[in-house]
């Protein structure tokens, strides 16, 4: 997805972010899980449920843990909830952080929505899942989003190396241009294809 040689030798601890995204979660109210998010695909539900679920392929894609978590594609089927989530959402986002620990993580090849990629590049993906979610979970629930300053960097600077990227399509939508002294987290989200200036509805 994107130029690897601008990120050789990348390594992140993702357990702030991951902890910044299990407070966010564990504050959502069962009456907000319907509402819509800036995925206009996904209520608050069906996002928790992506977060779920790729915490479970990012983990394995760490461990080199190979098989149906790293193979499935995440547009195969609508995400959702399971009746335990509140439970297991933080339990598989603290086994992904423990993961991406290991350097081992960030080497050699692993597998990610059955697409194989060089480790830091899963990494990466991964860092940009989680910062790039929260946010939406964050907005979507009118919660204060605070992202880790390293994970930030690391989302802004990898979907940057990316923008020219001639797949980008099939994951990003188009840029979303913000104002020049936008803060980092406005210019990653425009980066990814959102609107930072996306509101819940009245």
């Known amino acids: 997805m994107t130029d690897t040689t601008a990120t050789t030798g990348t390594t992140l601890d993702l357990g702030p972010q991951t902890e910044v995204l299990t407070r966010l979660a564990a504050a959502v109210t069962d009456e907000q899980l319907a509402d819509p998010t800036p995925c206009p695909e996904y209520a608050v539900r069906n996002l928790l449920g992506h977060l779920a679920g790729l915490a479970a392929a990012f983990r394995d894609a760490g ?28 339990e598989v986002l603290a086994e992904l952080a423990g993961a991406w620990r290991d350097p081992a993580a960030w080497t050699g090849m692993t597998r990610a929505g059955g697409v194989d990629l060089p480790g830091e590049i899963a990494g990466l993906v991964a860092t ?4 790039i979610h929260g946010w939406d979970l964050a907005r979507a629930t009118g919660q204060h ?15 940057a190396a990316a923008v020219d990227d001639p797949g980008r399509g099939a994951i990003l939508g188009p840029v ?27």
């Open 128 to 131: 940009d899942e989680l910062v």
């Open 63 to 90: 461990r080199k843990d190979l098989g149906v978590t790293t193979d499935t594609s995440p547009d195969s089927a609508l995400p959702d909830l399971t009746p335990g989530w509140r439970e297991e959402l933080p």
């Open 145 to 159: 989003y605070e992202p880790d300053p390293a994970a930030l960097r690391a989302c802004h600077d990898f979907l």
């Open 176 to 202: 979303v241009p913000v104002e020049p002294d936008a803060s980092l987290l406005a210019r990653a989200v425009g980066l990814s294809g959102r609107d930072p200036e996306w509101t819940r509805r009245p």
